[in-house]
Every structure is written in C-alpha cells, then in structure tokens.
Nanobody, 124 residues
Framework: QVHLVESGGGLVQAGGSLRLSCAAS????????MGWFRQASGNGREFVAV????????YYADSVKGRFTISRDNAKNTVYLQMNSLKPEDTAVYFC?????????????????WGQGTQVTVSS
C-alpha cells in the first residue's frame, strides 16, 4: 500500500503560482500512472492532470491546459504540479492519486490510492 502526502498549497493572488508536491512512501511509484485531482466546496472530485510512469506522457483537463504542468521524479518518489496564472476558479482541495492498473485513466474511479489533499485558495 502506497502512502501519499500532498504539500505546497496555500493562499495566492490571481495570476500567481504555486507548486504542489506529492511524496509517496511505503513502496515505489515508479511503475504507476499518477494523477492530480481537485475538489471545490460543494463539487465532486475533478480531474486535473495525469502523467505516465516514465513522465514521457501527460494529459490535462482543458481548464488547466497551458497553465499547469505535471511532472515526476521517480528517484525521489515524488510527483509535482506546477500551477501558473492561477484563477479564483482554481480554488479547491488538490489531491494526488496512484493508478494501480496499467491503464491511462482520468476518472477518480481509476485511481486506488489517494493523499489527504492540500488546500489551494486563489483570491481575486
């Protein structure tokens, strides 16, 4: 069982940047597709970005494409989400997750291990 811990959230003004980290422990995540999701108050969990085990393939939600970048460092067992040009509508709790299969999913149901989340608040 992999244990995921997100960090790096906080309060930022619109147009600003944040870098989220997701540190894994318990086992290596180097063979896992990893994803970032977010959940705004009163909403369901929403897909943000996904990255292949090697980092060579990524995919983003249209709402963040061109502003967010997902990356990973398998040597550090860590996944990152660089968020630039932040907007108030990006305000949410951000979660990282590990896909236990060999697929390429973007639904929360495709991911089996989740962190506790980190709050991102963007003020206007």
């Amino acid at each position: 069982q992999v244990h995921l811990v997100e960090s790096g959230g906080g309060l930022v003004q619109a147009g600003g940047s944040l870098r989220l980290s997701c540190a894994a422990s318990g086992r290596a995540i180097s063979s896992n597709v990893m994803g970032w999701f977010r959940q705004a108050s009163g909403n369901g969990r929403e897909f943000v970005a996904v990255i292949s085990w090697s980092g060579g393939r990524t995919y983003y939600a249209d709402s963040v494409k061109g502003r967010f970048t997902i990356s990973r460092d398998n040597a550090k067992n860590t996944v990152y989400l660089q968020m630039n040009s932040l907007k108030p509508e990006d305000t949410a709790v951000y979660f990282c997750a590990a896909d236990p299969s060999t697929g390429w999913g973007t639904s929360p149901a495709d991911f089996g291990s989740w962190g506790q989340g980190t709050q991102v608040t963007v003020s206007s």
